[in-house]
């Protein structure tokens, strides 16, 4: 820095998103997420069809007039269905992603922030926790309880929380020993000035980056449980469900049935994986910018 | 000159980046003989380093060479094929590099990295490479070598870890060795030995040798002719001797000012004003104009070209040999600095502020600041990083603690801040003993006592404006309103000579010496007694450590602050001290008046200390036995006197018994030493 | 070294501790307890209050826990009421099937990614870097059943190259001698970690190329392959075993899914069948087991991690 013009410089929030803005890949991720919840909350606007009816004299219709994606087993219109279970795929994967990682942020907060023993012994209940894969402990539990939305988001939430715990942990431990928290200490700072003030809004980058992969994963978890049959009782349907309805129909070349969910979940999973990745990276810029004048 | 080794011709180098480029080098010409050395001097930022880069031509991504020659031996290095210089590299030309710890492979043996240039260039069989590497470490000074071999570089300490670099290099005996700031990161006895060891080798070997660095005392006495670099040039060249005696660029001149070693009593160390140009830009006229009091129109729109013979130098306005020749700094940048009248004193009283006495602390060797990562359960014992340590700082006096890495100097100042509190022992202030005060009360207490940290900027949230980060001890402190915290800010930032506009600016804009000015204004925010300053001009150049250097001294003529001022640097100790402390591993082992204790050092470390400190002037009488070997862990300190395992003069009686303390001579100046 | 692995032995035994815990926790978050799942459901009220009295279930909790504890030290882990088979001699024959599925998985991963991460860290930036990066995306973001789907239906379905079903054969020699049965589940199964992995590989790549230690390499006259063979890989490999061991859960949720769809009987197949049935002794069973090697493959990650690395190896 040569000169102290007059204008102040653009904070560390502004300058992250002019950064993720200049990202082609999170832009492009940011635009098909749009894009698909358009076309699912506001999609059958345009499309309206009938979703709880099922219609046996239209099954397995190839697509054609009316039904540009075919139709299912029971008669549903696959456009409208796929519409239909995205919202489900979506709100249950956002609120289970959100949940997880508010939970794993205080619960990873709090063990990094008082350490030793209190640190110790949650670190290892995760570690347990982390030790059975999520897939089989989500099966056990949704074999045990009767699935519904909510049920379903606290589920999901119930495994996810662990990495945020385990990262947000390591951050605040990290961010414990920082010269900037001795020296507010010595200005006689406390426990919540550091937390608050200090060690949260500098974890904020990381806290947000791994959501997006929260909510990529949890959005996934759906589709795995409804994957092996642990979904919403019908007429309700999501991406999971609807692929694995249309599993039955692999053998006779059925493939609107498939394709459509199939490749709907990993249009939303790598959008939200592409946002996670340019947001890091815009996070890095600015870290890569400080320190260096 | 005789048919030179290296010829360096109008060298021209440039860094890319993601949107600037940087005109690293412009235009830079050397030449070297063989067998001679050549030291490169400047700021950090001036291209020395790049200078040296790109012979081996090992620039950073997006360096590249864009016109210029580098003859090697009759090969033009700048346009070599690929294969040509690997031919070169490490077999005829050889390179040290600045950090030890980071430029060795973690994961291979020490052995198979000291082979490993002989396999490539020599034709000899391993085990023929590998009895060579072992010879080479035993020349290198490694002890034990045979067992070494087989060990991996976490195991050796810096300064053993450097002189494996240097093995490294010198394996192939080559004709050159580029030696970048081979020292800096080490200890002061650690680096009087590695410079030792460099003169040794040269010698013995035949080569020649650029050593590039930003300590003129490095240069001083170890190479015949000096290279001077300023904004990616060579600003001056000329023998060792004449450039410290008759400088004539006025930058070099500027630079030999601002070294504490140079300052006296009435004439304090002169920074230079400003930072070196960025180098985005090629600017015209004399780079050093915009910083230098001399520079007239000329200067400013025409670029002076290197010219001279043996000593030539880039400068309309030359110092006149004349006038230098008595007192080269006599006249700096800074027209006033000169005249200025010598400083009174500052005002102290002898009330003590500050009083320790026996003051301990030790760490469970598996937890705290010594811990290796995943160090695992152990019973091995502490670390004793201050053992029993008892001193008083009175009221307005600065109070200098100087000791190596590891003497427990910073752990005391984290002691006497109240960021840790001690294993034995009392801290007392202003009567009151700190670990005997309520929370209300320690919280009051911290307006008292306040650190300046060796990295300001580290010490500053990143996501705080400047403003923010100078309200925050008066929020926590409850001080003032908003208005009256404003305008409290804005005094602090006249204090520190920064602009007001500097409160919307986030921390990272502003260079080394600005952070440290705003690290000095926000310790002052609460009109403390007392700053423990840790360091706090270690990361600076000299032109910019003389500035703050300055500051600190007029800060403190006009508000009355006590410092405890921290730091490695004897040259700087010396110059602000009223007091000085010498630590060494967790014990203080002498104390007394600044001037009694630097000039006539009473305890064998302190006179080894004094003997390792190169001063920057070719003709000072070499010192006395400097320090030799390496400081034992502060896990296992030795019994009885702790120095003895490192002192000449150690007899039984310092193993069995630790020293008393003594106050012979002068008043007020004790030494713990059975020999004294 | 020594302490470093008598801590981690330490917490893994905690660990281990808490998985058991977490199992004992959801056997008695099943709906009318122990008794109902393993009586079935159609037991009446008396026939649970005396499979409770008689198997100790209406005394307190720890109490409990310690006779569960003492249950699992002798293999007890219960029967299948479905298989009529105890869920030990189920998992002794499944669990070889699966180490099996997920050992091969595990070594293609490794095979195919560590070249293509070092190939991205060379090319960065270029056309090479570029698609492999968005493949990885895809990879990474493709469910394992999804993924399984479209390779049956091209591989096997329209090219007729590979079976669509895993090979049945009881033994491992017998699984492996049908080998082309197996390469749709392995790849399968694959897919999702060669991602993950290539990624981490490319990284570490370019993270050690910046190094200081290659500069150095380069003044002494190596050149660039060499410098990648001698220096870096050994850098970059071995933070890789630690990975392997972090991703153990997410290899055995694959199996889990592949196996189901690909009809492989190991003991994803057999926690498939039972989640069908409720067959809850068989579901916790294989829910434990699957914890304990996560624990245990982890601990051995991390000892060879330690083993590779010479700063831990021999502190000094």
């Given at each position: ?211 997006t992969f929260q909510i990529a994963d949890a959005i996934l978890y759906v589709a795995y449980l409804s994957f092996l049959g642990l979904s919403l009782p019908p007429p309700a349907a999501d991406w999971g469900s609807m692929l ?50 | ?364 060797l598996r937890a705290g600041p010594f811990a290796r990562r995943r160090s695992g359960e152990g019973r091995a014992g502490e670390i004793s990083a201050v053992a029993g340590i008892s001193l008083t700082v009175r009221r307005g ?280 | ?316």
């Amino acid at each position: 820095m040569t000169t102290l013009a007059l204008d102040a410089t653009p904070g560390p929030a502004r300058r992250t998103l002019a950064a993720f803005a200049g990202n082609k890949l999170a832009l492009t991720g940011a635009l098909v997420l749009l894009a698909l919840l358009a076309f699912c909350f506001l999609g059958p606007l345009i499309h309206p069809t009938d979703q709880i009816h099922t219609d046996l004299s239209q099954t397995n219709l190839a697509p054609g007039a009316g039904h540009p994606l075919g139709t299912t087993d029971l008669g549903y219109d696959m456009l409208g269905r796929l519409m239909h279970g995205g919202r489900t795929s979506l709100e249950v994967g956002l609120a289970a992603g959100v949940l997880a990682t508010l939970f794993g942020t205080v619960y990873g907060a709090v063990a990094g922030y008082f350490g030793g023993w209190a640190d110790a012994a949650m670190m290892r209940v995760t570690d347990a926790a982390l030790a059975i894969p999520a897939l089989f402990l989500l099966v056990v539990v949704a074999t045990i309880v009767t699935p519904s939305k909510p049920v379903l988001i606290l589920v999901i939430a119930s495994v996810a929380w662990l990495s945020p715990a385990r990262l947000v942990r390591g951050e605040a431990l990290a961010l414990r020993g920082r010269d900037y928290l001795h020296a507010m200490r010595l200005m006689g700072g406390g426990g919540g000035r550091a937390v608050f003030r200090h060690i949260l809004p500098n974890a904020v980058g990381t806290v947000m980056v791994n959501a997006t992969f929260q909510i990529a994963d949890a959005i996934l978890y759906v589709a795995y449980l409804s994957f092996l049959g642990l979904s919403l009782p019908p007429p309700a349907a999501d991406w999971g469900s609807m692929l694995s309805a249309g599993i039955t129909y692999t053998q006779v070349g059925h493939w609107w049935l498939i394709f459509p969910p199939g490749l709907a979940i990993v249009l939303v999973v790598a959008a939200f994986h592409c946002i996670g990745d340019g947001l890091r990276d815009a996070f890095d810029v600015r870290l890569e910018n400080l320190g260096r004048s | 000159m005789t048919h030179p080794l290296l010829r360096i011709e109008d060298l021209r180098v440039e860094i890319a980046g993601r949107d600037r480029t940087v005109h690293a080098l412009d235009g830079v010409s050397l030449d070297l003989a063989p067998g001679d050395s050549l030291g490169i001097v400047g700021e950090s930022g001036c291209g020395k380093t790049m200078t040296a880069l790109s012979v081996l031509r090992l620039l950073p991504p997006g360096g590249r060479i864009t016109g210029g020659r580098i003859l090697f031996d009759g090969t033009d290095l700048a346009a070599a094929p690929e294969p040509v210089l690997r031919g070169i590299r490490g077999n005829t030309l050889g390179m040290v590099f600045q950090d030890p710890l980071t430029c060795l492979n973690p994961t291979l043996t020490i052995g198979a990295q000291v082979a490993e240039p002989l396999l490539l260039h020599g034709s000899l069989s391993k085990a023929e490479a590998r009895s060579r590497a072992e010879e080479m470490l035993r020349l290198v000074g490694l002890p034990r070598p045979a067992e070494r071999m087989a060990h991996y570089p976490h195991q050796l300490s810096g300064g053993m870890r450097q002189r494996v670099a240097i093995a490294m290099a010198l394996i192939c005996e080559p004709r050159l060795l580029i030696a970048d700031e081979p020292t800096t990161a080490l200890d002061a006895s650690t680096r009087h030995q590695i410079l030792e060891l460099i003169d040794d080798l040269r010698e013995r070997l035949g080569m020649a040798l650029i050593l590039v660095t930003h300590d003129l005392g490095v240069i001083a006495r170890r190479v015949d002719r000096v290279a001077v670099m300023y904004g990616g040039r060579i600003a001056e060249r000329a023998p060792v001797r004449r450039l410290f005696t008759t400088p004539r660029h006025r930058y070099t001149q500027a630079l030999l000012a601002a070294l504490p070693e140079r300052a006296t009593a009435g004439r304090p160390p002169a920074g230079i004003p400003g930072l070196p140009p960025s180098l985005l830009t090629r600017p015209t006229g004399c780079r050093f104009a915009p910083r230098c009091g001399f520079a007239g129109d000329r200067c400013r729109t025409t670029e002076p070209d290197l010219a001279g013979g043996e000593h030539s130098f880039a400068c309309f306005h030359p110092v006149d040999p004349a006038v230098t020749r008595t007192d080269p700094a006599a006249a700096a940048t800074d027209p006033a600095a000169g005249l200025r009248a010598p400083a009174a004193p500052p005002e102290r009283s002898d009330e003590p502020l500050l009083r320790l006495s026996g003051v301990a602390k030790t760490y469970p060797l598996r937890a705290g600041p010594f811990a290796r990562r995943r160090s695992g359960e152990g019973r091995a014992g502490e670390i004793s990083a201050v053992a029993g340590i008892s001193l008083t700082v009175r009221r307005g006096e600065t109070f200098g603690i100087v000791g190596e890495s590891g003497s427990g100097k910073s752990t005391l100042g984290r002691l006497i801040v109240g960021l840790e509190a001690p294993t034995e022992g009392t801290i007392r202030f202003a009567g009151r003993d700190i670990s005997t005060l309520t929370r209300r009360e320690l919280r009051a207490h911290r307006r008292n006592v306040q650190l300046m940290f060796q990295d300001s900027y580290a010490a500053m949230d990143p996501r705080m404006r400047v403003g923010a980060v100078l309200r925050e001890p008066l929020v926590i402190q409850g001080i003032g309103n908003k208005a009256e915290q404003r305008r409290r800010i804005a005094e602090l930032l006249d204090d520190v000579g920064l602009p007001r506009g500097a409160v919307d600016r986030y921390p990272h804009e502003f260079s080394g010496g600005q952070r440290q000015r705003l690290g000095l204004a926000r310790a002052l925010a609460l009109a403390p007694a007392l700053v423990v300053a840790d360091e706090p001009l270690s990361a600076l150049d000299v032109s910019v450590q003389a500035q703050i250097l300055r500051l600190m001294r007029e800060l403190q003529r006009e508000k009355g602050i006590g410092y405890l001022f921290i730091s490695h640097d004897l040259a700087v100790v010396r110059h602000l001290a009223d007091t000085v402390g010498v630590m060494y591993l967790g014990k203080l082992v002498e104390t007394g008046p600044a001037r009694s204790v630097l000039t006539r050092p009473l305890h064998p470390y302190t006179q080894g200390l004094l003997a390792t400190v190169s001063p920057p002037d070719p003709d000072a009488a070499a010192p006395g036995t400097p320090l030799s070997g390496e400081a034992p862990s502060a896990a296992a300190p030795p019994s009885g006197c702790r120095f003895r395992t490192r002192c000449p003069h150690a007899v039984a009686l310092c193993a069995d018994s630790e020293p008393p303390v003594a106050e012979p001579f002068v008043a007020g100046h004790r030494v713990a030493c059975h020999l004294v | 070294m020594i302490p470093f692995l008598v801590k981690r032995l330490a917490q893994a035994a905690v660990v281990l501790l808490l998985v058991s815990v977490i199992v004992f926790a959801l056997l008695h978050l099943l709906p009318g307890g122990p008794a109902r799942a393993i009586l079935g459901v159609q037991a009446t009220p008396e026939a649970l209050a005396h499979f409770n009295h008689q198997q100790g279930y209406d005394r307190s909790l720890p109490e409990q826990y310690v006779g569960y504890l003492g249950r699992l030290f002798t293999g007890d882990l219960g029967e299948s009421y479905k298989l009529n088979q105890s869920v030990l001699s189920l998992l002794g024959e499944r669990l070889p099937r699966t180490a099996l599925l997920a050992g091969l998985s595990l070594a293609l991963a490794a095979a195919l990614a560590v070249p293509l991460g070092i190939l991205q860290a060379v090319r960065r930036g270029r056309a090479a870097d570029h698609v492999l990066t968005g493949v990885a995306f895809l990879a990474y973001a493709t469910p394992v059943f999804f993924l399984g789907l479209v390779l049956i239906l091209v591989f096997s379905q329209e090219l007729r190259l590979l079976p669509a079903e895993a090979p049945q054969a009881d033994s491992v020699g017998g699984i492996l001698a049908d080998a082309p049965a197996l390469v749709l589940p392995v790849v399968t199964t694959a897919l999702g970690i060669i991602a993950a992995f290539s990624r981490y590989m490319r990284s570490a790549v370019l993270d050690n190329l910046g190094e200081e230690y290659v500069r150095t390499a380069r003044a002494k006259g190596q050149s660039g392959a060499r410098i990648m063979a001698r220096h870096v890989l050994r850098n970059a490999l071995i933070p890789l075993a630690t990975l392997l061991g972090l991703y153990l859960p997410t290899l055995f949720s694959g199996t889990l899914v592949v196996e189901s769809m690909f009809n492989y009987p190991g003991m994803g197949l057999l926690f498939w069948n039972a989640a069908q049935a409720s067959d809850f002794p068989v579901l916790l069973g294989v829910t434990l087991v699957v914890g304990v090697a996560t624990v245990l493959g982890s601990l051995i990650t991390d000892i060879a991690y330690a083993v590779l690395d010479p700063r831990i190896r021999s502190v000094p």
